[in-house]
């Protein structure tokens, strides 16, 4: 069973910046493709960003030039750097992770940015 540990949430003012951080319990590199997604409250869960195992990055429009995902393959680890944060941005963001078989979920972690 696959698991997905995600860390780095938090609270911070708007403006300002978190890093959060998704460790797979198996190898990085058996995923094709790993994800960011986030689900406000009230809303569908959407993709916030994505990557492939060859590097190929995807963003929503709305965290584009903000948001840098990233994947350290060394460090079997993948990252969200979230920069110049909004309240819109407001969220719990869960990592996905992909391969041939199944996608998998972590728990979620809660960002909240204060206005």
């Known amino acids: 069973q696959v698991r997905l540990v995600e860390s780095g949430g938090g609270l911070v003012q708007a403006g300002g910046s978190l890093r959060l951080s998704c460790a797979p319990s198996?190898?990085?590199?058996?995923?094709?493709?790993m994800g960011w997604y986030r689900q406000a409250p009230g809303k569908q869960r959407e993709l916030a960003a994505s990557?492939?195992?060859?590097?190929?990055?995807n963003y929503a429009n709305s965290v584009k030039g903000r948001f840098t995902i990233s994947r350290d393959n060394a460090k079997n680890t993948m990252y969200l750097q979230m920069n110049i944060l909004t309240p819109e941005d407001t969220a719990v963001y869960y990592c996905?992770?992909?391969?041939?078989?199944?996608?998998?979920w972590g728990q979620g972690t809660q960002v909240t940015v204060s206005s």
């Open positions: 990557i492939t195992r060859g590097g190929t990055t």
């Open positions: 198996g190898s990085i590199l058996s995923f094709n493709r």
């Open positions: 996905n992770a992909q391969n041939l078989y199944s996608g998998y």
